[in-house]
């Protein structure tokens, strides 16, 4: 099974460029057109959250029906930019919906189990996987304790390094919800945006993938441990592409436009090391 996943699209309600500056519609359409080029097609594309960058009904919309030209089918979650209703409006009904608000869902029908979870609490600035949804997931997995799974999630539940972004990470729920992935033992991997860049970790033991984005020309900066400058990375667009099989699990493959490369930041999974608070 191959899926594509696309993160931070970032669509304007005007398509105006971002902060002035950046022409998400552009990036858009070049990061669709490069996954509809993809021969053999994926069987999915996953849209790890941040579609609007304003999180209104409009841009929403637009968002949709950008990524309608894909030629793969579309899965979506929300992302702290994102608001729930407009992202449901626009991409649901959605099927295996939890019911527990925000964008909750499972997908079956495909050799792996998806499920989207949501971490958005309508302040772009926090995150909390509310205690129902935990439970929602746990008893979803508990349903088939041996099937694959692949969550996405906009929000990674690790930490950075990177200050500032950390402090818009998941305040709550990320432990209760690594307890149960790590229990289920079959949850391929984690995938995740809202870095703007790629990054590599673990949590509870489970690969956690976070894509780059579609909004390029975003600088960011860190590895210091309180956050300050150390270099600003300027990339152009891009996305991931996944191969699991039940024979070799989650590959996961970077692709820049423009020939642009950019290792992993790895961080080495370890069952062992559970994090801590
Ligand atoms: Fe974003």
Redesign the pocket.
């Known amino acids: 099974m191959r899926i594509a996943q696309i993160?931070?699209p970032?669509v304007s309600a005007d398509g105006l460029p971002v902060h002035g500056l950046v022409d998400t519609d552009a990036a858009l359409a070049r990061v669709v057109a490069a996954v509809n080029a993809l021969d053999p097609q994926p069987d999915l594309v996953v849209v790890t959250?941040?579609l609007a960058?304003d999180g209104d009904a409009g841009a929403t919309a637009r968002a949709h029906d950008a990524l309608a030209a894909l030629r793969a089918p579309v899965l979506v979650c929300a992302?702290?930019?994102d608001c729930g209703d407009a992202v449901r409006a626009a991409f649901g009904p959605f099927p295996g919906d939890a019911g527990e608000g925000g964008v909750v869902y499972a997908v079956e029908g495909h050799p792996l189990r998806l499920i989207a979870l949501d971490a958005s609490t309508g302040d772009p600035l926090h995150a909390a996987l509310p205690a129902a949804q935990v439970a929602w997931l746990a008893a979803r997995l508990a349903e088939e304790p041996e099937r694959p799974v692949l969550i996405f999630l906009?929000h990674p539940p690790f930490d950075t390094g990177i200050g500032w972004l950390d402090s818009m990470g998941i305040a709550q729920g990320r432990h209760e919800m690594g307890t149960i992935i790590a229990a289920h033992k079959g949850v391929a991997a984690i995938l995740c945006?809202?870095?703007?860049r790629p990054m590599r970790g673990a949590w509870y033991g489970v690969p956690v993938l976070a894509a780059p984005?579609v909004?390029d020309r975003?600088t960011f900066t860190g590895l210091r441990p309180d956050g300050s400058p150390v270099a600003a990375v300027t990339a152009p667009p891009g996305f991931v592409l996944h191969r699991w099989s039940a024979e070799g699990g989650l590959v996961s493959e970077l692709r820049f436009l423009d020939g642009y490369a950019e290792t992993w930041l790895a961080a080495r999974p370890d069952p062992a090391a559970a994090p801590k608070d």
């Open positions: 993160s931070d970032h959250g941040d960058h992302g702290n930019h906009h945006g809202h870095l703007h984005s909004m975003v």
